[in-house]
């Protein structure tokens, strides 16, 4: 049997916030505390629920679509090459070049397709 976890986008509005709530979800030793970035969300997915598989219901998925869609990643994008190093900014600007062509992916697709590509987790949107 699946445990159901439920992930409330009413309690975040942006990338920072979504960590925040996420990471808020997991079991974590009392001392340690995940960075906020898309590598260490994969990572943490793998032991962060458990091993055991989880139904994660992401409740008003919606707003989060358009919250983490394509003025935010643009922005996230834009963040990384205007900082440099240690970003690396001929990455960033290709994947916003692709983003304003229509070709790439926003936050929220990204961070779908993390969820969706651990066995363990079952993506549920309401």
Known sequence: MSATVILDANQ???LEGFYTTIYGLMDWHEDWRP????DALNDVLYSGFGTEPVI???QEAGKSKTELGLEATR???QNKIDQGKPYNVTWAQEQLDALNAGEGQ???DIIVEIFQSHKAITLVFQ
């Open 56 to 58: 994660l219901v992401w």
């Open 35 to 38: 960075a906020h970035n898309l």
């Open 106 to 108: 926003t936050l929220f």
């Open 12 to 14: 975040f509005n942006d």
């Open 75 to 77: 922005l996230f994008y």
